[in-house]
């Protein structure tokens, strides 16, 4: 039985269109590939007028060989005239249109990658396309051992979101941007290699690929590929930026074929440059040689060709980064810096349908590493001694845990590695199964939501003292051969053991928590042993002059107890320490320049307090708060 037809009417020619597909869809199909532009439509009923220019671009692309194929494979197309697709189509190899408004360079949008926030919800954005755009520029202009522009950053970071950015904007400064995304879904297939999986995704934005299609059959070889570029760059004044996202999912380093293929063809190659994100940390200063461990494997030659990077989105200004939306209408200060000022981990927390950082982690870790207790067996020591010297120093180890980190470049040009909060109390639990970290850390986030009571500095000292006391457990010897004292040199003789308690909500001043401690640490029972630390938090929330208690326990055995208090601004304790007290100190977010001693007080002055915090909680110090509209407030106790 004849298949009903509908028509289209092109200038007296006549091309039948499968029934229920209306011919105003078949040209808005054609349409949003950009093979109309500039024509003239006009709809009468089911018939439709073209201009004959249209005509020849559309029949100039159509070529049936028997009824069976179509040439320049566009089996869309094929499906909407004959109502069934080619036969064979399994391992059809893709025929890249040789007609220039074929290629998806000439759209004006890009469905597959639009964004999934809105432009005027992006933050701190327009300063990193523009040092992108800029790099750019230059690249494509270069001619010897060009570099690439390279947006590495933890995960999570928001790095799909600048390459895309940068995307939309090269197509309005008169560039032919590719896209390539390795992320989600992406395999190399079996049988496959590295370099004809990159060919075939980079092949396929240049076809459309139809609903129920597998784009994963397809192939595109190597010189139907660089014949294909090397068209367009005849056929066009613009030049050609290829953008590649997670490009550290075929590998890290790249293999040789691979690195081979991007220097030649997007490096090496006039009018062309390379851009591509990755969650392999890289230093973050121009002119790193990084390259060469990254593109190619050590069984290359060496490459010592220089890697550029831009400042990608950050920002610690509240108001700013309320406008990502109603959910964020109410974002405090400490949030921001819970998030690491980066907008995208602040943005995911309010995303119902984000997976948490602490599953995102267990994936990832999963894939990195197969048996974690074997893998741990000889690794442990070392792994938590470098996590913890670039917690402490910032300094980049390039351990197991890099992807998890993001890049600093601090003021005198030094690259360093910040982590987020989060990760750290997932990395200290993968390695260790102790989830004090994390217990910290939620407890923080809780106050997060709080502004002006205090209690989320007591919770940023207590994580910051933890962290350091860890730090001197493990690396006992700092510097020039000396003794890590840990924070505020209370261990004066080393640590072996810290852990945290609280004192029970009845206890409600200093005396009956002295004598409860006493009685839980010192007992014949539950005695400390030498090197032991305690740290020692009241649950009563008015408890009176103190925030904590620091147990130590020196080489002899002998406990000293000190005590601390936080205080967000300013302030001073009217009391003395009491007599069975040995030491206090004053931790306090807006410190004295200098430290000063009044009897058994220590007031610690903003450089230790700072050497407290470590590296990765500087931007906790409370000074460092952005209060964006918020008005500080000043917390009261029992010395006020």
Request: hydrophobic share 40%; with cysteine; aromatic share 10%.
């Amino acid at each position: 039985m004849a298949m009903a037809m509908k028509e289209i009417d092109v200038n007296g020619s006549v091309l039948s269109v499968k029934a229920g597909v209306t011919a105003l869809t078949a040209v808005e199909m054609i349409r949003d590939m950009g093979s109309l532009q500039g024509g003239r439509i006009l709809e009468n009923g089911t018939r439709m007028v073209l201009d004959t220019e249209i005509l020849s671009e559309l029949t100039g692309r159509l070529s049936f060989y028997g009824g069976q194929r179509v040439e320049g494979w566009i089996p869309w197309i094929w499906r909407l005239l004959f109502g069934e697709g080619p036969r064979d189509r399994s391992r059809a190899p893709i025929r890249i249109p040789q007609q220039r408004h074929w290629s998806k360079l000439e759209c004006d949008n890009l469905p597959r990658f639009a964004f999934e926030c809105p432009r005027e919800r992006l933050v701190a954005m327009d300063d990193t396309i523009q040092q992108g755009l800029q790099l750019v520029e230059d690249g494509v202009d270069g001619i010897f051992r060009v570099s690439p522009l390279v947006i590495a950053r933890l995960y999570r970071g928001g790095k799909t979101t600048v390459l895309k950015a940068l995307f939309e904007r090269l197509k309005e400064e008169n560039y032919l941007p590719i896209i390539v995304s390795l992320n989600g879904v992406f395999t190399v297939r079996s049988g496959e290699t590295p370099l004809s999986a990159l060919i075939r995704q980079i092949a396929l934005q240049f076809v459309e690929v139809s609903p129920g299609e597998d784009a994963t059959n397809f192939v595109c070889s190597h010189e139907d590929l660089c014949a294909y570029l090397s068209q367009l760059s005849e056929l066009h004044t613009k030049p050609i930026v290829l953008l590649v996202d997670e490009l550290n999912r075929l590998g890290a380093p790249l293999d040789r074929e691979v690195a081979g293929f991007l220097k030649k063809y997007f490096l090496d190659t006039a009018g062309r440059y390379l851009v591509f994100s990755s969650h392999v940390l890289m230093a973050v200063d121009a002119g790193e040689p990084a390259l060469n461990a990254f593109m190619e494997s050590a069984a290359s030659p060496p490459s010592d060709r220089f890697v550029h990077t831009i400042s990608l989105p950050f920002c610690l200004e509240t108001n700013k980064l309320r406008k990502m939306g109603a959910a964020y209408g109410g974002l405090t200060a400490l949030e921001v810096t819970l998030g690491g000022g980066i907008p995208s981990l602040v943005y995911i927390k309010y995303q119902s349908r984000e997976i948490s950082m602490e599953t995102r982690f267990q994936l990832t870790i999963s894939q990195m590493v197969d048996n974690r207790t074997a893998f741990l067996m000889t690794r442990r020591q070392l792994l938590i001694s470098s996590f913890l010297c670039e917690l402490r120093d910032g300094e980049w180890t390039k351990s197991l845990f890099s992807c998890f980190a993001d890049t600093v470049l601090t003021p005198d040009g030094h690259v360093k590695v910040r982590y987020p909060l989060s990760y750290v109390a997932c990395i200290w639990k993968w390695l260790t199964d102790d989830g004090s970290v994390g217990a910290l850390i939620n407890t923080l986030s809780t106050y997060a939501r709080e502004v002006g009571g205090g209690k989320d500095w007591e919770v940023i000292l207590v994580t910051a003292m933890y962290l350091r006391f860890l730090h001197c457990q493990y690396v006992p010897v700092v510097g020039m051969n000396m003794r890590n004292r840990g924070p505020l040199g209370i261990a004066t003789d080393g640590v072996a053991s810290v852990s945290v308690h609280d004192i029970p909500g009845e206890l409600q001043t200093i005396g009956d928590a002295l004598d409860y401690l006493r009685w839980r640490f010192q007992s014949n029972q539950t005695q400390l042993a030498p090197l032991s630390v305690v740290i020692a938090v009241p649950r009563y929330n008015q408890f009176p002059d103190l925030d904590g208690f620091i147990l130590y326990t020196d080489a002899t055995g002998q406990m000293k107890t000190h005590g601390y208090q936080a205080k967000t601004q300013r302030g001073y304790p009217r009391h003395d320490v009491p007599e069975a007290m040995d030491q206090c100190f004053l931790l306090r977010g807006n410190a004295p320049a200098r430290a000063f001693l009044k009897n058994k007080w220590h007031y610690v002055d903003e450089a230790t307090l700072r050497d407290l915090l470590g590296f990765n909680l500087q931007r906790f110090y409370p000074s460092e708060w952005a209060r964006g509209t918020e008005t500080s407030v000043e917390e009261h106790d029992g010395f006020d």
